[in-house]
């Protein structure tokens, strides 16, 4: 937010990461962070958002205002509905693999695409060689960002080469410290019983990689010249290291100290100290060592608290030792070279002035890294980004309605998405992603699409049309009497029951394609499945199943009026349906259950259609009513479509999240009103279905255009300040869906004009 006079304001941030009692070093920054910004800038607010791993549950402070369990996704989006909620100008996500859930932690991203501020992520690991989910991830990670903090050179280097990020989206703020001023070693020792102890430190969660074994095989030599030598290894065994192996790793090393005759100058302290003893114990020490075993590590928090704590260091050359040591403030060795080692400490401590010189110079490098510093840094960062948020267009801005322009079919996007098997799932932006294989759902979509194709595109909507149908007819499981949902590119089913939902727009599918194909070939082929597959549907019990069955048995009445099992069908749910808006309505909620769901306006088109077959006013009136509810709930405050977000799903009795909304509502809301306007002739129907295609052509809350007229493409959903650029099947065939309806309707009113100008 800004001010009258153009400043930016930082009021309040959300802030994402570990958090103590968990024992980890990104828990420890997390809340140092959190206590620097609070401290240094004036009136801010900072809520901690705390990551919870599986099967743990810490009792945390009153800092932290809402937990995140690692693997459930509703916390995520519960997370970013309080954070949307408390009015967060700035989100800070202290980013690492494995806090977060799903396949490289990409559950996080379900939270950043649903808050409103902007998005700053502190990125602790930046990997040369990652995977492909870990490179998705961070890219996504970098798209949603804006800005991108690392605390190494190395970082921004390695975000260049590997991801392409831009230079100017990358900030370097160096790993924040403590200031303490420049102490003699020995006014600590005595309080770790160090008193006349020459100490090195090696300090952090204990795990294989930290290379001690190479500094122990190293103290043979030393202790020969420096008797009074101590090597103490502080800290607890990683919580993961436990769960596997216990104490293994540490066991080990006592071992080797025993085998090698310095067990009496091996000190292991096996606890987690907080900040303040662990500050003692690092001003305890002479020299501090890190002999980690690789370089990948772009930050290390106990180094830089060495450095600002004065310690000499003597460090393998992993990056940001490379960097942090660069000044003359400690000396560098190969990896594993544990002779090299013992031979840069023994010249240290063999050299007081030059040891006085490397405390003097580490300390006033400190000063630059202090953690006020960084809390600076941090909010003008959050600044910048609130000042460069997207701006959402005022209404007068917005697109007109083009449907003229835009209403005709175009299946470009389709034929993109369709091989010899049928229509893909998913793609990657425009391109099919074939990790995911196929769906029945999006095949019978695509089949009942071809039969509403117009003009120059049908031959080629007819040749796609066996396809669909193809895929429909193998999808059937008579043996089970269910359909198939999920194929895998190798065209093996991964199931052999499919959903609920997946059978009835199954069933739905070939109802329209008995009436509406233009193919007596196929229409012949439909009602054959068709009546293969009824007798199993009496069994489906889901709202939108049952309205899928309906929606199935209407079409095929209009080919067949005296089909005995499409009017059961009918008969049997259409009741159901109306008893289930006796049920779960309340004042101001007036629908079919105590949640709203996707496919929203395909209950009370159903009902309308059932009571319609049915002879039943009643049973039409209430699905009339059901419809205005629904049809005012997805309406905003300037009068736009606003499909309900997927964020609202198994809500009870509360008002709909606006995000992600999603293109298969749309089509849903269109085909519904058109379908009322011809029952009551309420222009309210006609005003409703202009104002969904509109929301495809960019008249929506954020004002950006969701469909692609000229490529036939859709993008996958409205988020809250952008789109999702992917453009799957389900989009893909929902705008064209909108568009051959949209189409038909200007047609009639044209046509409709003529006539009353005749006349």
């Given at each position: 937010?800004?001010?009258?006079?153009?400043?930016?304001?930082?009021?309040?941030?959300?802030?994402?990461?570990?958090?103590?009692?968990?024992?980890?070093?990104?828990?420890?920054?997390?809340?140092?962070?959190?206590?620097?910004?609070?401290?240094?800038?004036?009136?801010?607010?900072?809520?901690?958002?705390?990551?919870?791993?599986?099967?743990?549950?810490?009792?945390?402070?009153?800092?932290?205002?809402?937990?995140?369990?690692?693997?459930?996704?509703?916390?995520?989006?519960?997370?970013?509905?309080?954070?949307?909620?408390?009015?967060?100008?700035?989100?800070?996500?202290?980013?690492?693999?494995?806090?977060?859930?799903?396949?490289?932690?990409?559950?996080?991203?379900?939270?950043?695409?649903?808050?409103?501020?902007?998005?700053?992520?502190?990125?602790?690991?930046?990997?040369?060689?990652?995977?492909?989910?870990?490179?998705?991830?961070?890219?996504?990670?970098?798209?949603?960002?804006?800005?991108?903090?690392?605390?190494?050179?190395?970082?921004?280097?390695?975000?260049?080469?590997?991801?392409?990020?831009?230079?100017?989206?990358?900030?370097?703020?160096?790993?924040?410290?403590?200031?303490?001023?420049?102490?003699?070693?020995?006014?600590?020792?005595?309080?770790?019983?160090?008193?006349?102890?020459?100490?090195?430190?090696?300090?952090?969660?204990?795990?294989?990689?930290?290379?001690?074994?190479?500094?122990?095989?190293?103290?043979?030599?030393?202790?020969?010249?420096?008797?009074?030598?101590?090597?103490?290894?502080?800290?607890?065994?990683?919580?993961?290291?436990?769960?596997?192996?216990?104490?293994?790793?540490?066991?080990?090393?006592?071992?080797?100290?025993?085998?090698?005759?310095?067990?009496?100058?091996?000190?292991?302290?096996?606890?987690?100290?907080?900040?303040?003893?662990?500050?003692?114990?690092?001003?305890?020490?002479?020299?501090?060592?890190?002999?980690?075993?690789?370089?990948?590590?772009?930050?290390?928090?106990?180094?830089?608290?060495?450095?600002?704590?004065?310690?000499?260091?003597?460090?393998?050359?992993?990056?940001?030792?490379?960097?942090?040591?660069?000044?003359?403030?400690?000396?560098?060795?190969?990896?594993?070279?544990?002779?090299?080692?013992?031979?840069?400490?023994?010249?240290?401590?063999?050299?007081?002035?030059?040891?006085?010189?490397?405390?003097?110079?580490?300390?006033?490098?400190?000063?630059?890294?202090?953690?006020?510093?960084?809390?600076?840094?941090?909010?003008?960062?959050?600044?910048?980004?609130?000042?460069?948020?997207?701006?959402?267009?005022?209404?007068?801005?917005?697109?007109?309605?083009?449907?003229?322009?835009?209403?005709?079919?175009?299946?470009?996007?389709?034929?993109?998405?369709?091989?010899?098997?049928?229509?893909?799932?998913?793609?990657?932006?425009?391109?099919?992603?074939?990790?995911?294989?196929?769906?029945?759902?999006?095949?019978?979509?695509?089949?009942?699409?071809?039969?509403?194709?117009?003009?120059?595109?049908?031959?080629?909507?007819?040749?796609?049309?066996?396809?669909?149908?193809?895929?429909?007819?193998?999808?059937?499981?008579?043996?089970?009497?269910?359909?198939?949902?999920?194929?895998?590119?190798?065209?093996?089913?991964?199931?052999?029951?499919?959903?609920?939902?997946?059978?009835?727009?199954?069933?739905?599918?070939?109802?329209?394609?008995?009436?509406?194909?233009?193919?007596?070939?196929?229409?012949?082929?439909?009602?054959?499945?068709?009546?293969?597959?009824?007798?199993?549907?009496?069994?489906?019990?889901s709202p939108r199943t049952m309205a899928f069955?309906?929606?199935?048995?209407?079409?095929?009445?209009?080919?067949?009026?005296?089909?005995?099992?499409?009017?059961?069908?009918?008969?049997?749910?259409?009741?159901?349906?109306?008893?289930?808006?006796?049920?779960?309505?309340?004042?101001?909620?007036?629908?079919?259950?105590?949640?709203?769901?996707?496919?929203?306006?395909?209950?009370?088109?159903?009902?309308?259609?059932?009571?319609?077959?049915?002879?039943?006013?009643?049973?039409?009136?209430?699905?009339?009513?059901?419809?205005?509810?629904?049809?005012?709930?997805?309406?905003?405050?300037?009068?736009?479509?606003?499909?309900?977000?997927?964020?609202?799903?198994?809500?009870?009795?509360?008002?709909?999240?606006?995000?992600?909304?999603?293109?298969?509502?749309?089509?849903?809301?269109?085909d519904a009103v058109l379908y009322a306007h011809?029952?009551?002739?309420?222009?309210?129907?006609?005003?409703?279905?202009?104002?969904?295609?509109?929301?495809?052509?960019?008249?929506?809350?954020?004002?950006?255009?969701?469909?692609?007229?000229?490529?036939?493409?859709?993008?996958?959903?409205?988020?809250?300040?952008?789109?999702?650029?992917n453009q799957g099947a389900e989009s893909v065939?929902?705008?064209?869906?909108?568009?051959?309806?949209?189409?038909?309707?200007?047609?009639?009113?044209?046509?409709?004009?003529?006539?009353?100008?005749?006349?």
């Amino acid at each position: 937010m800004a001010d009258g006079a153009g400043a930016t304001q930082l009021n309040r941030i959300a802030l994402i990461g570990n958090f103590p009692p968990r024992i980890c070093g990104l828990a420890t920054f997390t809340r140092d962070v959190q206590e620097a910004l609070i401290s240094t800038i004036d009136g801010l607010t900072v809520d901690a958002y705390a990551m919870t791993d599986p099967g743990q549950s810490y009792d945390y402070p009153s800092a932290v205002c809402f937990d995140v369990r690692q693997d459930e996704l509703a916390d995520y989006v519960e997370a970013a509905r309080r954070i949307n909620a408390s009015g967060a100008d700035a989100v800070l996500v202290q980013h690492e693999y494995g806090i977060f859930g799903g396949p490289a932690g990409a559950n996080l991203l379900r939270l950043l695409d649903r808050v409103e501020a902007p998005v700053v992520v502190t990125l602790h690991t930046v990997l040369e060689h990652p995977n492909p989910d870990q490179r998705s991830v961070l890219e996504a990670l970098a798209r949603r960002a804006s800005k991108l903090i690392v605390m190494a050179a190395k970082g921004r280097e390695l975000l260049l080469k590997v991801h392409a990020i831009d230079d100017d989206r990358v900030v370097e703020v160096p790993h924040g410290v403590p200031d303490r001023p420049l102490a003699d070693p020995a006014e600590f020792k005595p309080r770790f019983g160090l008193e006349g102890r020459t100490v090195l430190l090696t300090m952090g969660l204990l795990s294989p990689g930290k290379g001690i074994e190479n500094m122990i095989r190293a103290l043979p030599s030393l202790v020969e010249t420096h008797p009074d030598l101590t090597y103490l290894v502080l800290g607890a065994t990683h919580p993961h290291l436990i769960a596997h192996e216990g104490e293994a790793y540490r066991d080990s090393l006592k071992a080797l100290g025993q085998e090698l005759g310095v067990a009496d100058h091996l000190m292991f302290r096996n606890q987690f100290v907080e900040q303040e003893e662990l500050l003692d114990y690092i001003q305890a020490a002479d020299i501090y060592v890190t002999p980690y075993l690789n370089e990948a590590q772009i930050t290390s928090g106990t180094l830089s608290y060495a450095v600002a704590l004065g310690k000499p260091v003597v460090s393998t050359p992993y990056w940001h030792a490379t960097e942090l040591l660069a000044d003359g403030v400690g000396a560098l060795v190969p990896f594993g070279d544990s002779e090299a080692l013992a031979q840069e400490i023994a010249a240290m401590l063999d050299d007081s002035e030059r040891l006085n010189a490397i405390r003097q110079r580490a300390w006033e490098i400190g000063r630059t890294m202090l953690w006020p510093r960084l809390a600076e840094s941090y909010a003008a960062i959050c600044r910048e980004a609130i000042g460069r948020a997207p701006v959402r267009f005022p209404l007068a801005t917005r697109p007109v309605r083009a449907i003229d322009v835009s209403a005709r079919a175009n299946l470009g996007g389709v034929e993109r998405m369709t091989d010899g098997t049928g229509m893909l799932q998913h793609s990657i932006f425009s391109v099919p992603d074939r990790n995911h294989g196929y769906c029945v759902d999006d095949n019978c979509r695509a089949l009942m699409l071809m039969h509403r194709v117009e003009g120059d595109p049908v031959p080629r909507a007819d040749e796609l049309a066996e396809v669909y149908a193809s895929f429909v007819q193998h999808a059937w499981n008579g043996q089970e009497g269910r359909f198939r949902n999920f194929m895998g590119f190798d065209r093996g089913w991964l199931e052999s029951v499919g959903s609920e939902d997946s059978f009835g727009r199954s069933i739905w599918s070939l109802g329209v394609t008995a009436a509406e194909a233009r193919s007596s070939e196929l229409r012949r082929w439909a009602l054959h499945l068709f009546d293969q597959v009824a007798p199993h549907a009496r069994a489906l019990t889901s709202p939108r199943t049952m309205a899928f069955a309906i929606l199935a048995a209407d079409a095929m009445l209009d080919a067949y009026p005296g089909h005995m099992q499409a009017r059961g069908l009918i008969a049997a749910f259409t009741p159901k349906l109306a008893a289930l808006v006796e049920s779960a309505s309340r004042p101001g909620w007036t629908w079919f259950e105590p949640v709203l769901g996707y496919d929203n306006a395909r209950l009370p088109e159903a009902l309308i259609r059932g009571g319609r077959r049915l002879g039943d006013a009643a049973m039409v009136a209430k699905g009339l009513a059901t419809l205005r509810w629904i049809d005012d709930v997805q309406t905003n405050a300037q009068g736009q479509f606003r499909a309900v977000g997927t964020d609202s799903f198994g809500r009870s009795y509360v008002p709909p999240e606006p995000f992600d909304q999603q293109p298969l509502e749309a089509w849903a809301a269109i085909d519904a009103v058109l379908y009322a306007h011809t029952i009551d002739g309420d222009p309210r129907w006609i005003a409703a279905a202009e104002r969904a295609f509109a929301w495809y052509l960019g008249d929506n809350d954020c004002g950006l255009p969701i469909a692609l007229p000229d490529s036939g493409g859709c993008y996958d959903g409205l988020m809250r300040d952008r789109v999702n650029l992917n453009q799957g099947a389900e989009s893909v065939l929902a705008f064209q869906f909108a568009a051959c309806a949209m189409g038909r309707l200007a047609r009639k009113e044209t046509n409709d004009g003529r006539e009353s100008l005749a006349s």
